[in-house]
């Protein structure tokens, strides 16, 4: 899953950036409106947090930019702007969770993690398909109750292929939502990261559409 952090605070970046990191996500970060924008619109991404006092372009265009481009991405805005009425104006143009600054990093996360659920059609924390269950708070993988001992990266594409359980996921998609954008990308790297998954959750769980991609469960 991969998210992109707008915020020019570095302080408060790097400790968003650590906190989603140890949670899975991969970050990618922006100090600035414009460039966060531009981003936003033309990078895949599963969410996004967006500080509103930024450089360049306030945080408040930059979200009505996206939306009005039709840019879907679930979006936790974030501000140091605390009256009700600018609350209410985030969320009126298209936010779909607001916090206030200070804030305490561990509700940011949880907060990502819904809102990536919501997007995908989980609503609880825990998604189980067939035999494998993947609990999100606690970035567990377990198949018929036995818990699989995964790298991050492989977590990482459970995860990704059980939220969207049901849907066939190319290798193009996969290579956007796992790895950071200066990733060097192996044209092999996908297929080689299912097969090791695959070896450690044995048979049928991640189901191969020659042509198509990967999918963890029924595909229509």
Do not use: C
């Amino acid at each position: 899953m991969r998210v992109l952090v707008v915020e020019d605070d570095p302080t408060i970046a790097d400790g968003l950036r650590t906190a989603l990191e140890l949670s899975g996500f991969v970050v990618e970060h922006s100090d600035d409106g414009e460039i966060g924008h531009y981003r936003g619109e033309t990078e895949a991404f599963d969410a996004i947090v967006l500080d509103l006092s930024l450089p360049t372009m306030d945080g408040l265009v930059v979200l009505k930019r996206w939306r009005k481009a039709k840019i879907l991405t679930p979006v936790l805005v974030l501000t140091a702007r605390g009256a009700w009425e600018e609350r209410v104006e985030g969320i009126d143009a298209g936010a779909d969770d607001y916090l206030a600054k200070p804030f305490r990093i561990e509700e940011v996360v949880a907060r990502i993690r819904a809102l990536v659920r919501r997007a995908s059609g989980n609503p609880t924390p825990v998604i189980e398909v067939g035999a494998l269950t993947l609990d999100t708070r606690q970035m567990r993988v377990s198949v018929d109750g036995a818990l699989i001992p995964l790298t991050p990266q492989e977590y990482r594409l459970v995860a990704y292929l059980a939220h969207h359980k049901g849907r066939v996921v190319d290798q193009i998609e996969l290579t956007e939502h796992l790895y950071l954008q200066d990733f060097e990308r192996d044209s092999n790297a996908i297929e080689v990261l299912v097969g090791r998954a695959r070896r450690k959750l044995g048979a049928g769980i991640i189901e191969t559409r020659r042509g198509f991609g990967y999918v963890i469960g029924e595909a229509p």
